[in-house]
Nanobody
Framework: QVHLVESGGGLVQPGGSLRLSCASIVSIYSMGWYRQAPGKQRELVARISSFGSTDYVDFAKGRFTISRDNARTTVYLQMNNLKPEDTAVYYC??????????WGRGTQVTVSS
């Protein structure tokens, strides 16, 4: 079982930026960033294949960028033009995530003035 560690969250004003990191991934997997807002289900934000192809959900298009390092052991999520509705705990995991795949603690992103 891979131990995923998310980091980089914080408090940012609307319009600001954050860069999230996810360490200890396995290079052969496609990876995704997910988020869960209070009272809502966890949802996919973006995904990246082991070869680097990417895909985004509509709310992330044009604002978020997913990438991975050359060793393919860390995945990043660059988030620009953040909005209050982006407030959530952000997680990384395999894509698609299976029922036996453990989740990390996530990293809290709060967008507020």
């Amino acid at each position: 079982q891979v131990h995923l560690v998310e980091s980089g969250g914080g408090l940012v004003q609307p319009g600001g930026s954050l860069r999230l990191s996810c360490a200890s991934i396995v290079s052969i997997y496609s990876m995704g960033w997910y988020r869960q807002a209070p009272g809502k289900q966890r949802e996919l934000v973006a995904r990246i294949s082991s070869f680097g192809s990417t895909d985004y959900v509509d709310f992330a298009k044009g604002r978020f960028t997913i990438s991975r390092d050359n060793a393919r052991t860390t995945v990043y999520l660059q988030m620009n033009n953040l909005k209050p509705e982006d407030t959530a705990v952000y997680y990384c995991n395999k894509y698609p995530v299976g029922p036996r795949d453990a989740w990390g603690r996530g990293t809290q992103v709060t967008v507020s003035s």
